[in-house]
Nanobody, 120 residues
Framework: QVQFVESGGGLVQPGGSLRLSCAVA????????MRWYRQAPGKEREMVAR????????NYGDSVKGRITISRDNAKNTVYLQMNSLKLDDTAVYYC?????????????WGQGTQVTVSS
């Protein structure tokens, strides 16, 4: 059974920073591309950032480029999302996603989400 432990969300003022963590168990973490998505009330879920299996390649959504950094520690089965210069529009539930390559198939797993609220 795949299990996610997401942490680091909370309430922060505009311009502040947060670091989200997502620890994953029950799969081969080093075989997974990892992504962070977010969903704000009334909006569709959008991809925030992604990182490949080895941490060599990253990609970011246009709305967060230059403010957010994704990283991973395969020894700890954990992916991180460092968020700086937070804006009101960054308020959303942030979801950790694992895309596992196994036996030529792709398996898609989701965390339960962590709330990030940016408010003065």
């Amino acid at each position: 059974q795949v299990q996610f432990v997401e942490s680091g969300g909370g309430l922060v003022q505009p311009g502040g920073s947060l670091r989200l963590s997502c620890a994953v168990a029950g799969l081969t973490f080093s075989d997974c591309d990892m992504r962070w998505y977010r969903q704000a009330p009334g909006k569709e879920r959008e991809m925030v950032a992604r990182i490949d299996k080895r941490g060599m390649y990253t990609n970011y959504g246009d709305s967060v480029k230059g403010r957010i950094t994704i990283s991973r520690d395969n020894a700890k089965n954990t992916v991180y999302l460092q968020m700086n210069s937070l804006k009101l529009d960054d308020t959303a539930v942030y979801y950790c996603n694992a895309l596992e390559s196994r036996m030529a198939l792709l398996y898609d797993y989701w965390g339960q989400g962590t709330q990030v609220t940016v408010s003065s």
